[in-house]
């Protein structure tokens, strides 16, 4: 039964990635262009996370000699002064709190502020090379933070900043962009030369309710599905259009808008995309996956023959496993 259920998962997340892109920013950091929104405010809001735990992943890729902020980490919002790739920045105090994520001298930093105390942890790794890598940063109610590249704990601070810092829903703000997550750039536009935005591909965004990550994994090799902590799932791979959509499972998905401008226009869909497993021939496995359900389908009554009801999980799961052994091809 588990098996069959998992169908309805498979078919939106391969429906999500039928056609497979990224999205390329320029880091022009003006004019609220060349960025991501996802608004925040409303109630019930599920992406307006920060009122417990939570894990934000994702794929980049860069280059240092386009991303040359600096980030000095500690008890600070320095995190601000990198290459910023995640904002959700409240501008002057951070009432309930804010965080962000940018690169700093190629490495990536993760700051978490609530009101009252600061701090910006920063990794070693060197993630401006190029090359793509996953990222995934965790930040704990009782104030842990973590980053990590490639399955490998990055950095780590035991004692950050507790409670919760999300976003006060419905509170009064002279800057238009407070109640926005903001993918791609500083979110103000308050001075690009002081809080640069981020330059590159992003991709296959997973924002969740948890910690994921607590010590050394596999770095991913498929691509994200829906299961019950995620809030978030963007997969960029709308191709056309301003809408990204979320393709998390929940009631009333709060999806984004892709702010498009400057020339040449960004941010740009892109077939550059990170080394995940191939979509046509997951596709296919379910589309053969559904075609065996058809012809089972061959009673009276239109109801799948019991004889044949057995099989149905083993099918569904050797379709699912062939599509995570293709990750390895």
Not at 109 to 136: D, K
Not at 181 to 201: C, N, Q
Not at 297 to 312: F, G, V
Request: net charge neutral.
């Amino acid at each position: 039964m588990t098996s069959v259920l998992l169908l309805p998962v498979l078919l939106l997340a391969l429906h999500a990635h039928a056609l497979n892109f990224s999205l390329s920013f320029s880091g022009t950091g003006t004019g609220d262009i060349d960025r991501v929104k996802i608004p925040l405010d409303g109630a019930g809001n599920l992406l307006n996370i920060g009122n417990g735990n939570f894990t934000i992943e994702f794929w980049m890729k860069a280059f240092l000699s386009s991303n040359t902020g600096t980030v000095s980490p500690g008890a600070n919002d320095n995190w601000i002064t990198g290459n910023i790739i995640f904002d959700r920045d409240v501008y002057g105090n951070g009432d309930y709190g804010d965080f962000g994520i940018s690169l700093g001298s190629g490495r990536i930093a993760f700051g978490v502020n609530n009101a009252s105390s600061s701090r910006t942890i920063l990794g070693t790794s060197q993630v401006a090379n190029g090359q793509w890598h996953h990222i995934a940063v965790t930040r704990a109610f009782n104030g842990a933070m973590a980053i990590f590249v490639n399955g490998t704990q990055d950095a780590f601070y035991a004692s950050g900043p507790a409670g919760n810092i999300s976003y006060r829903t419905g509170r009064s703000t002279s800057w238009p962009n407070d109640p926005y997550l903001v993918i791609g750039a500083e979110k103000h536009d308050y001075d690009p030369s002081t809080y640069p935005s981020f330059s590159g591909w992003l991709d296959e965004v997973r924002i969740s309710t948890n910690i994921r990550y607590t010590s050394t994994f596999q770095r991913p090799t498929e691509f994200f599905l829906h299961d019950q902590y995620t809030v978030g799932l963007f997969s960029f791979n709308e191709g056309s259009g301003t809408v990204v959509t979320n393709w998390a499972q929940v009631p009333n998905p709060t999806h984004g808008q892709r702010m498009v401008g400057g020339y040449p226009p960004r941010p740009a869909y892109s077939t550059d995309v990170p080394p995940l497993v191939p979509e046509s021939t997951c596709l296919a496995l379910v589309m053969l996956t559904a075609a065996c359900v058809t012809r089972v389908r061959r009673s009276a009554n239109s109801e799948i023959i019991p004889s044949h009801r057995r099989l149905l999980p083993a099918v569904l799961s050797a379709s699912h496993t062939a599509c995570r052994r293709l990750a390895a091809v």
